[in-house]
């Protein structure tokens, strides 16, 4: 079981960067056995995939809004993922969630945290 809890979220001017964290606390299987993702969700829109990370770091991949512009990073040893933003727009304001994914799953979702880009 693993619970996650994001953070750094906030308001923004377009062109700004932004860091999110997401601490997971982990019980049964260690946190680097999961791989990790971000996704986002605007308002009147569906949630979609951001970024992911394989579980020894070795692998990323990018939606392709944001490739270029984000960069998922995680440290294993403080079982926290992040989420390098830069160059951010205004479509780019959503609920950031981060999830972890095992078996091809993802099976354990964070609350969430608000990042609004003004223009």
């Known amino acids: 079981q693993v619970q996650l809890v994001e953070s750094g979220g906030g308001l923004v001017q377009a062109g700004d960067s932004l860091r999110l964290s997401c601490a997971a606390s982990v019980s049964g299987l260690p946190f680097r056995m999961y791989a990790m993702g971000w996704f986002r969700q605007a308002p009147g829109k569906e949630r979609e995939f951001v970024a992911r990370i394989s579980w020894s770091g070795g692998s990323t991949s990018y939606a392709d809004s944001v490739k270029g512009r984000f960069t998922i990073s995680r440290d294993n040893a403080k079982n926290t993922v992040y989420l390098q933003m830069g160059s951010l727009k205004p479509e780019d304001t959503a609920v950031y969630y981060c999830?972890?994914?095992?078996?091809?799953?993802?099976?354990?979702w964070g609350q969430g945290t608000q990042v609004t880009v003004s223009s």
């Open positions: 999830a972890a994914q095992f078996n091809s799953s993802w099976s354990n």
